[in-house]
């Protein structure tokens, strides 16, 4: 929970108000530390210093603890609070984007929590996110008068959380400025539409929102907002995205990663019924070629709603790799599709115990792999 004050104004930026306002400090006689606002500093300050980008490359993390803000209490806003979180570390992979957002997407499901609306954007790269800085500092220049205080001193040091004011005259300056993707290179313009064509493939209700952005420095590329309107003004019950710098940032390899955090609390204040735990044993899908991958992410999403504990390769190995792979996971099955299946509409499933290998089709997967 106490983690050298330092981490935060490196990763989060000195100019995020979580930094200038929100953090708890102790201070002894030669250091000062923080209580930690928020988890994916301290996630990925872990993987960095256990040398994980070594030992295990691409992992999936999950965390669940207390975080703390200096913030006055109100519905949905504690000094003291919750976060239930997944960080996904050494892929770039824009499908991986989007099992990120389907597992917010689908958890909530479980939690019973319905009517929930996901928004999402992309920041682009950091060259990206200074054109965007630029346009925006040039835009709202003749119109300071009608922002807040607080917004008057973001406008030089972090523009960006103008966007995100809930102040109802920064809202309507928000709202009269022309943000589109603009700003974004041909290569992020590209991982973003390969994010939406992804959630569009899982029939994954969203809304691109070009106002969106995260507070938080780290943040690139794809961001995400998940919000419900019964928690009032503080209305996000959870959000995430991309910050494939932050580990290169704090002495790691240059490695992309993705994740969110849900807000405990509000998640409660939310939920209509009881939590419900899916059941089954894990699938490992092997995906050969870029038209079985399509495929494979609406597998993925359909054994997982099905109730079949399932996982995949992203990191595009060879056929013997990722069966070395699902065999390291401890999983049951594996099923392979590549072109002779998608002409068949089936999949290959390999018993991984008794090595017997046989079809089954698409459409009978989920039926077959919970029995």
């Known amino acids: 929970m106490i983690e050298e004050a330092s981490l935060f104004n490196r990763s989060l930026g000195e100019s995020a108000e979580i930094v200038r306002k929100q953090m708890f400090l102790v201070r002894n006689q030669e250091d000062l530390y923080a209580l930690r606002p928020e988890g994916t500093a301290s996630v990925v300050r872990a993987y960095v210093e256990n040398s994980l980008d070594k030992t ?70 950091p060259k990206d996110k200074s054109a965007l800085n630029s346009y925006l500092r040039g835009e709202l220049k003749g119109k300071a008068d009608a922002l807040c205080d607080d917004c008057k001193i973001r406008h030089e040091n972090n523009v960006l959380r103008i966007l995100d004011c809930k102040n109802e005259s920064c809202r309507r300056v928000v709202e009269s400025l022309k943000i589109g993707d603009f700003h974004l290179c041909p290569e992020c313009k590209g991982h973003f539409a390969r994010v939406v064509s992804g959630l569009d493939s899982l029939k994954i209700g969203y809304e691109v929102a070009h106002h969106l952005v995260r507070g938080l420095d780290y943040y690139t590329r794809t961001v995400f907002e998940i919000t419900h ?112 299946e998608l002409k068949k509409n089936a999949a290959t499933v390999k018993n991984m115990a008794s090595g017997e290998q046989r079809e089954v089709a698409l459409t009978e997967l989920t039926k077959e792999l919970k029995c």
């Open 56 to 125: 295990a490359g691409f992992v999936k993390l999950y965390y669940m603890g207390p975080m703390f803000r200096l913030e006055r209490p109100q519905k949905g806003r504690l000094r003291q609070f919750h976060h239930i979180g997944v960080e996904a570390i050494g892929s770039q992979d824009p499908d991986l984007d989007v099992e990120i957002i389907s597992l917010a997407d689908e958890l909530l499901r479980s939690f019973s929590v319905q009517g929930h609306k996901i928004k999402v954007n992309s920041l682009g790269c």
């Open 229 to 340: 309107d019964e928690l009032g003004a503080q209305d996000a019950v959870g959000a995430g995205g991309r910050y494939n710098n932050l580990v290169g940032e704090l002495g790691g390899p240059d490695l992309g990663a993705v994740g969110f955090a849900f807000g405990v609390e509000r998640l409660l204040l939310a939920a209509k019924l009881p939590p419900q735990a899916p059941s089954g044993g894990l699938v490992y899908l092997i995906c050969l070629g870029d038209e079985a991958k399509k495929e494979g992410v609406k597998i993925l999403d359909s054994l997982r709603k099905g109730g079949v504990a399932a996982d995949t390769d992203y990191e595009a190995r060879s056929l013997k790799a990722a069966m070395r792979k699902a065999n390291d996971l401890g999983a049951g099955f594996a099923l392979i599709i590549g072109d002779d």
